[in-house]
């Protein structure tokens, strides 16, 4: 039976301007609120942390050791 993506977490490699599919999912998830970010929204990320975030203002927060994951 296969699977469908819907409604799936994501597993994504980030890179500095691109990011690249490693599991598929819809969505992946905010590393300081949680927030499921559907992957046609997705904008903001680390490479070197890895990890995704929900903002523009949240990535600067994190990236600036502001906000703890």
């Excluded at 969505?27 to 490479?47: D, F, K, M, N, P």
């Excluded at 975030?53 to 994190?62: K, L, N, V």
Aim: one cysteine or more; a positive charge.
């Amino acid at each position: 039976m296969l699977m469908s993506s819907a409604d799936k977490t994501a597993k994504l490699y980030y890179g500095p301007s691109s990011f690249r599919v490693l599991r598929p999912g819809n969505h992946v998830l905010c590393a300081v609120t949680g927030e499921a970010i559907a992957l046609a929204e997705l904008r903001y990320w680390s490479a070197e942390r890895q990890e995704a975030y929900a903002s523009c203002e949240i990535a600067t927060r994190r990236l600036l050791g502001l906000d703890r994951a």
